[in-house]
């Protein structure tokens, strides 16, 4: 896969993942109990909070996803290279497992 479509992916689960919860949600409603009364919903900081949250989340998510293998136990080996018509061209180093 890609690194592009790895991107277009992610992206695409994470709006239709937004657009579940915003869907389901519902309104906050204040309220009281008897020392402190609640407002009706979330404040700048708490929006600001889940959204840097987010980004973090995704950035870690992102940098697991994109991770190169570690080869343990590999040699490195040489390979013969031919073009279309079978005429051989040289030779091309690959790693392979001991």
Known sequence: MTRTRK????SIAALTLGGAVTATATPAAAWCN???CYSDGPSAGAIAGGVIGGL?????AAG???AQPRYY???VQRTAVYDDW???RGYRRIRVAC
Do not use: H, K, Q, S
């Open 7 to 10: 991107i277009v992916t992610a």
């Open 34 to 36: 008897g020392w402190t």
């Open 56 to 60: 973090a989340l995704g950035a870690l």
């Open 64 to 66: 697991a996803a994109n």
């Open 73 to 75: 136990n590999t040699c």
């Open 86 to 88: 079978g005429r051989f």
